[in-house]
């Protein structure tokens, strides 16, 4: 059974930084071979991705409202991905969470608990 968890979310003020990471499990081929992405879900929002990583060469990619500001990594020999946040703002506040992606979709159908991320002064 896969199993993702989330870590690393908090309360910062506008401006500051946070790192994100996700570790998974649970899956019997190798970390490396998936393409994994970062989501967020804001209070009354659906789930959007934020960034996302492939899984050969390590491309990535990120949605406007992050680029610049958000930078997604893996480290495959620990079947963890990070989400290293900068310069946050007060619409960057929601529930963060991480998942394999497929054909451009969430691969799992079970999702972590999230880490909360709440920008405030």
């Known amino acids: 059974q896969v199993q993702l968890v989330e870590s690393g979310g908090g309360l910062v003020q506008p401006g500051g930084s946070l790192r994100l990471s996700c570790a998974a499990s649970?899956?019997?081929?190798?970390?490396?071979?998936?393409?994994m992405s970062w989501y967020r879900q804001a209070p009354g929002k659906e789930r959007e991705s934020v960034a996302l990583?492939?899984?050969?060469?390590?491309?990535?990619e990120y949605a406007d409202s992050v680029k610049g500001r958000f930078t997604i990594s893996r480290d495959n020999a620990k079947n963890t991905v990070y989400l290293q946040m900068n310069r946050l703002k007060f619409e960057d506040t929601a529930v963060y969470y991480c998942n394999a992606v497929l054909g451009g979709k969430p691969r799992w159908n079970s999702w972590g608990q999230g880490t909360h991320v709440t920008v405030s002064s």
């Open positions: 990583i492939s899984s050969v060469g390590g491309s990535t």
């Open positions: 649970g899956f019997t081929f190798s970390f490396s071979n998936l393409a």
